[in-house]
């Protein structure tokens, strides 16, 4: 069920993204992955962006996101014995944000984009099957600037960073301390 | 005249949106699929998990491998050309139903298993609810069945299994849930 929403949330975003241009409001859709310091862990991202005002000097942008990364866990069992045994399990987290950016344009090639946006993070513990045991929702925010450069007529390319306000989560009976943390990150888009 | 109705254009513009259209819903797809929760254990293809497990079944498919470290109340299905090993810390009430040519314990080594020789693992495993005997009935109460022990790499006969009493055992009990979880990044709150 999950998945099957998941596939029409995408359809229909994307649908929407690609026929926006005639409503006045330019598609777009970015992929990128970076690097944050707390916990030290990679990530992947990706965009469905929508500008709905551009001009020779700014634009404005309005994009859903979808992040995700993950970490190693152990998970502990009771056996019928009393004896408790520990296995490998994984904590993945998996962001779904609504932002916006205002991007003031350099020169023709380069420009400065900075912007907030906030929405759920969606925390699941799988164990060694990809089963999962357990899940929690949270609120995330986030705040980002960067430099992005034209590549060509419809590709850009960009460095940016960002800070997370991510809240505590709970899994089982334990509660985990999250700390806000910052990330950098590379990426590259289309316009469309 | 005006660029947006150029037939290059428009084409480049059609062929850019399908494009982008079909990798964004793959991609969708694939980041949900993984995560797609599932009453059913299954040892992917060409994996090696290594697990404790407990009140289980668990299908092992061809060229994968399951270590367990201990093993209590389960019922495995092994393809052929599929390994189930380890026990190392114990055996308890476990049954193995084993395709010819799947690599399986050895029954004179250990106590705590019943093995059966199936033809199709992956369809018993399907079946199962249906066609199986609960984990906890022992095999020579039931005159329905014929049994053919395994050692070693699987040989045997060709058998059906069938009980008409599915209350003897249920989803409900099946889980192994863990009861704590630690994580190196992020510590608990006292």
């Known amino acids: 069920m999950k998945k099957t929403l998941m596939i029409i949330a995408g359809i229909v975003g994307l649908t929407a993204a690609s026929e926006a241009q005639f409503a006045g409001i330019n598609g777009g859709i970015m992929l990128g992955g970076g690097f944050m310091e707390d916990p030290d862990k990679g990530y992947g991202f990706l965009q469905l962006r929508g500008t709905v005002y551009e001009d020779d000097a700014v634009s404005h942008t309005l994009f859903l996101e979808v992040l995700g990364h993950s970490d190693d866990a152990e998970l502990e069992f009771l056996g019928l014995t009393g004896v408790p045994f520990v296995e490998n399990g994984e904590i993945n987290f998996t962001n779904f944000t609504l932002n916006y950016e205002l991007e003031a344009k350099l020169s023709s090639a380069i420009s400065f984009y900075a912007g907030a946006g906030g929405g759920i993070e969606r925390v699941s513990l799988d164990d060694a099957f990809d089963f999962s045991v357990d899940s929690d929702s949270n609120f995330v925010g986030q705040a980002f600037a960067g430099f992005r450069a034209k590549l060509g007529k419809s590709f850009f390319a960009q460095v940016g960073i960002r800070h997370l306000w991510r809240d505590d989560f709970s899994l089982l009976a334990d509660q985990f301390l999250v700390e806000d943390t910052t990330a950098y990150e590379l990426s590259i888009g289309f316009r469309f | ?190």
């Open chain 2, 1 to 190: 005249m005006n660029k947006m109705s150029e037939p290059s254009v428009l084409i480049s513009m059609c062929v850019s949106r399908i494009v982008l259209f079909a990798g964004s819903v793959f991609f969708l797809a694939s980041c949900s699929g993984s995560r797609t929760v599932s009453a059913d254990l299954k040892v992917p293809s060409g994996q090696m998990v290594r697990k404790t497990v407990l009140e289980s079944d668990v299908l092992i498919a061809k060229g994968s491998t399951l270590e367990v470290f201990y093993s209590s109340r389960n019922r495995y299905f092994v393809e052929a050309g599929g390994a189930l090993v380890g026990f190392k810390r114990g055996v308890n009430q476990t049954k193995i139903y084993a395709e010819k040519g799947a690599l399986i314990p050895n029954i004179e080594s250990q106590t705590g298993f019943t093995i059966y020789t199936v033809k199709d693992a992956s369809k018993s495993y399907s079946d199962r609810y249906k066609e199986l005997v609960p984990v906890n009935v022992n095999p020579s109460n039931s005159s329905s069945m014929r049994l053919a022990p395994v050692i070693g790499v699987g040989v045997g006969v060709e058998q059906e299994f069938w009980d008409n009493d599915r209350n003897d055992w249920g989803r409900g009990d099946r889980s192994s849930r863990p009861t704590s979880v630690r994580s190196s990044s992020y510590e608990k709150k006292d």
